[in-house]
């Protein structure tokens, strides 16, 4: 009586009594309690000023954001890139690095039942994409002669499938006491209205707080304590869909501890003036990422005086971050991007209402953002050909066959070597 006296002020109080009304459905007696344990957990202050937030303009100052110096890892001459390749080895070998994948996604824009990375790529080997990255880390292992932690970031519908996917591969022969699971964080939705809505089966309706949640989540799971139990250094963080990801580069690492920076980024070069990506630049002075919405085209189309696109660094999700600054950023809030989504819900009658149209909100925050509170980062240019093949869409760009192609063309090009 006494949570539930509770939980009915603060509904009262931040408008959202529709979700009484939703208790009150619940037949089940512990169902219930959970229904009110889950509703103290909501910070409803920052849902509100999330929501609010949704009808303000985002002020965009073009004149705020300069190109971004990086260093081209195809261009670095013999003698700097053994310079930078032994303090990585180094740092490698002193087991000093790990490996973070973000892999909280379903495969259903592939037509795939189940998480992304248990997705069949299509190789005449059948080898699933957590196969295909597991064979990466392996090659490094043989290569340092050190079992590099992996922590793999999953999602509260995928953990469970994850985890009995890994146990059923037996792990595919990495040793099973580098591999560590801890879920993504998860933030309420809301309609135009700003009230929070619950979800076909009477739960509140959720969705993933985007990859910008990894620093907190790291942070309250126990990951960073781990990891300093570990003596780790320098962690990768990198997404689960781009099958040719290099996450152990002592290149990148030496680069990063040769400039004092503590955190460092892969870029490609965009394969065209109008390619949707987000690039690296200077906003406000400090490392950034601006989104392709946020560009005009002239300023996507300028030119430097090599010829090459002033804004051409596009992000590709393989960052790298010292210890230090993923604590520094953990304890921090990134800010929060609005998404306009189609919602199932149920209403406060009790009855389903199934979504033909955008209808509500979700909140995430970019990793990159974190680049914001850093002085300065590296960024790396690789070939698109060598470190860059996104499974994303079922078919076209970023497609399996495309990734296919890329991840066998590689393949074929090292055995060559």
């Known amino acids: 009586d006494e949570k539930l006296k509770q939980v009915t002020d603060i509904c009262k109080k931040y408008d959202q009594e529709q979700l009484l009304d939703a208790y009150k459905r619940i037949k089940d007696e512990k169902e219930k309690q959970e229904f009110l344990d889950k509703i103290l957990t909501i910070d409803f202050k920052k849902i509100n000023q999330l929501y609010n937030d949704t009808k303000k303009e985002k002020d965009f100052n073009e004149q705020n954001v300069k190109p971004i110096s990086y260093v081209d890892k195809s261009k670095l001459t013999k003698e700097q890139y053994e310079k930078y390749y032994k303090i990585g080895e180094k740092t490698i070998k002193e087991g000093k690095l790990a490996v973070v994948t973000m892999a909280g996604g379903q495969g259903t824009r592939l037509g795939h039942n189940g998480p992304k990375g248990t997705y069949d790529l299509g190789l005449d080997s059948h080898k699933s994409i957590f196969e295909i990255l597991t064979d990466t880390l392996k090659e490094a292992r043989e290569k340092y002669k050190v079992d590099i932690p992996w922590y793999i970031m999953t999602s509260e519908e995928n953990n469970d499938a994850t985890v009995k996917f890994f146990k059923e591969h037996n792990f595919f022969g990495y040793p099973q006491n580098c591999v560590s ?10 309609d135009t209205n700003g009230k929070i809505l619950v979800d076909e089966k009477g739960n509140i309706k ?17 990951v960073l304590y781990d990891m300093k139990a570990r003596n780790i250094e320098w962690v990768f963080i990198g997404g689960v869909d781009n099958v040719l990801v290099k996450p152990v580069d002592p290149v990148l690492i030496g680069i990063s501890i040769e400039k004092h920076v503590l955190a460092a980024g892969k870029s490609i070069i965009k394969a065209s003036p109008t390619e949707k990506v987000g690039v690296f630049c200077k906003h406000n002075g400090k490392p950034s990422v601006v989104e392709y919405t946020e560009i005009s085209p002239k300023m996507a189309e300028e030119k430097n005086q090599e010829g090459e696109l002033k804004y051409g660094e596009s992000h590709i999700l393989c960052n790298q971050f010292n210890i230090k600054a993923i604590e520094q950023i953990g304890k921090q809030q990134l800010p929060y991007h609005k998404a306009f989504k189609k919602a199932n819900y149920t209403d ?7 979504a033909d149209k ?7 925050a970019f990793l990159f953002d974190a680049f914001e509170s850093l002085d ?29 192609k890329l991840y066998i063309d590689f393949h074929n090009k090292e055995r060559k070597l």
């Open 376 to 404: 300065d980062i590296v960024v790396m240019r690789v070939k698109r050909e060598d470190e860059f093949a996104p499974v994303k869409n079922k078919e076209g760009v970023d497609s399996p066959e495309t990734a296919r």
């Open 181 to 190: 699971f801890f879920k993504q964080g998860r933030l309420p939705m809301v």
């Open 206 to 222: 959720e969705a993933a707080d985007g990859h910008g949640g990894i620093f907190s989540s790291l942070l309250k799971d126990g």
């Open 358 to 364: 955008p209808n509500a909100y979700k909140f995430e």
């Open 348 to 354: 406060k009658s009790g009855n389903v209402v199934i």
